[in-house]
């Protein structure tokens, strides 16, 4: 989820870097499944007001996008959305979507003062602002549940901090749209410091998805069962951590978070992604496998999933069925998901200087 800058100046008529911008990087690799390597023209990363056509063109009359879209695809709009299930065309903030169009067409728009990126970046303001749950929270495009998974809480608080922290490319937000945002923002935060899990008393991180009503963490798909999530946890640490006054109760937030994320690091191991000869396979259509080995000099890494009254390590099968091994999980599901990776790295990286700072 890092922000990589995409102009040279933020004044009208300024120009776009042409260095990449991994904001689409999410909707990219889902977009190119169902494509099964079809090739396709593609705007080049400086084409910034073609790509900016292209968003407003894929915006929903809600304000809002569809997730999994190739925001640089060189193809007609209308037939691609046509060529979607209905269900696949709804708004979302999933796997990145909206927010980050939202984003590009703010800097579009501050780069090249053509109003119909601010208007396009507005009309997904209050999108944002009109699907925000009472809890404080958004949800998921496939569970019904506040949602952490795939980045929907951190990427909606994180724009919203963006406007509050004054970004040059939000300047156009005037001061009544800035208050409806920032009591969005508080409500969110509220809801975050609320679902943050307690255990006999301590707090540690947090989990993908709650409730609704009951703010108790749920599942989502069959696969991804009720548990602490490392990876979404070391995004919301990294948001609290960019509170410029943090409260007394976001303070504690982050230090419990970041206790749990040092008491559950794996250290002398790593993930390795090995080649399968024909009579190796699990599964005929998969030609490699991924194992746990042992490496002294691994950095830590963290599980996607642990049990959340124990800590223990847990994985899911498609059929909803949890096992413990890497190993036991089948083929597709053992290379097709980040079952293990570095996301607490950031946040210990980080905290130091964070810690330093507030208790000057």
Known sequence: MKKIGIFLALLPGAVMAQ???????????????????????????????????????????????????????????????????????????????????????????????????????????????????????????????????????????????DVLKNKPYYAWVDKALKERIRGSWER???????????????????????????????????YELPGL???????????????SKPSPEVVEAVKAAVAWFEATKIVGKKVVTV????????????????????DRQAPPMWARYYELDTDEIFMCRRDGVKVYRLCDVPAERRVGYAWYGPWGNSVLAKYPAWLAKIEK
């Open 19 to 161: 260095q990449p911008s991994n904001r689409f990087a999410d909707d990219l690799d889902f977009w190119k499944k169902p494509m099964k390597g079809a090739a396709y023209a593609r705007y080049e990363v400086g084409q910034y007001r073609q790509i900016a056509d292209n968003i407003l063109a894929y915006q929903n009359e809600d304000g809002g996008w569809p997730k999994n879209l190739d925001m640089r695809a060189r193809l007609n709009p209308d037939s691609v959305v046509l060529a979607l299930k209905p269900h696949s065309r709804r708004s979302t903030l999933d796997n990145n979507a909206t927010y980050t169009q939202i984003e590009y067409l703010a800097e579009a728009y501050t780069a090249t003062g053509d109003e119909r990126y601010r208007d396009g970046a507005r009309r997904g303001i209050e999108y944002m602002l009109a699907t925000q749950y009472p809890n404080g929270g958004w949800r998921g495009w496939d569970a019904d549940a506040l949602t952490f998974n795939d980045g929907v809480m951190y990427g909606a608080l994180s724009l919203w901090l």
């Open 229 to 243: 999530a490392a990876g979404e946890s070391a995004q919301i640490v990294s948001l609290l951590m960019r509170i």
């Open 188 to 222: 969110g935060l509220d809801a975050v410091l609320k679902t943050q899990y307690v255990r006999d008393g301590v707090k540690t991180v947090w989990a993908q998805q709650y409730d609704h009503e009951t703010l108790l963490p749920v599942k989502a798909r069959a």
């Open 275 to 294: 080649k399968l000869a024909p009579e190796q396979r699990e599964d005929p259509s998969i030609a490699v496998d991924r194992i746990v080995v042992d």
